[in-house]
């Protein structure tokens, strides 16, 4: 496996990836504001990929700090999908890690929006126990997902 940043030749990848959780994150595929964002996040350098010679296994759209003059940048990750035939094989954990190294400086906060406790894909997905097992603390909620279902703050207090 290998994770890079992602190219502009990686959007069918991405499509792909995401139109296996259409039924979790609501229609992406024919979004064409899906479609700006991975273009937009591979422009600046904020879209990671995870390949083998099969094709992608996972991709992570992710977004750079701002901080305040008194508060630490706060990064987060938008996007985070592995391929149903990866998941448990640790492309998740490899995904959020080479964006920790490459983007993340300390002291800083990442935060990312996932299933809510009650949303089916919570379990399903294993999201909430992915994102507890590389240090995340579930937070506040957080508005509805595009599919109505419920979402939560997930936090990471980098150093």
């Not at 259409?22 to 064409?32: C, I, K, L, S």
């Not at 190294?101 to 990442?110: D, E, I, L, N, S």
């Amino acid at each position: 496996m290998t994770v890079r940043p992602a190219l502009p030749a990686d959007l069918p990848g991405f499509l792909a990836l995401a139109a296996e959780v259409e039924h979790w994150f609501g229609p992406m595929v024919a979004d064409p504001g899906f479609h700006r964002a991975v273009r937009s996040s591979t422009d600046r350098g904020l879209a990671t990929v995870a390949e083998d010679d099969r094709g992608l296994l996972g991709g992570l759209l992710s977004g750079a700090g701002n901080a305040g003059p008194e508060r630490p940048p706060v990064y987060h990750l938008h996007w985070l999908v592995v391929a149903g035939r990866a998941r448990g094989t640790g492309v998740g954990r490899e995904l959020v890690e080479d964006v920790l190294r490459r983007h993340v400086r300390g002291p800083a906060t990442v935060e990312v929006v996932t299933f809510g406790p009650d949303h089916p894909g919570a379990v399903a997905s294993g999201a909430r126990v992915f994102y507890e097992r590389l240090g995340f603390t579930p937070a506040e909620a957080a508005g509805p997902g595009p599919e109505g279902g419920s979402r939560q703050v997930y936090r990471l207090r980098v150093d």
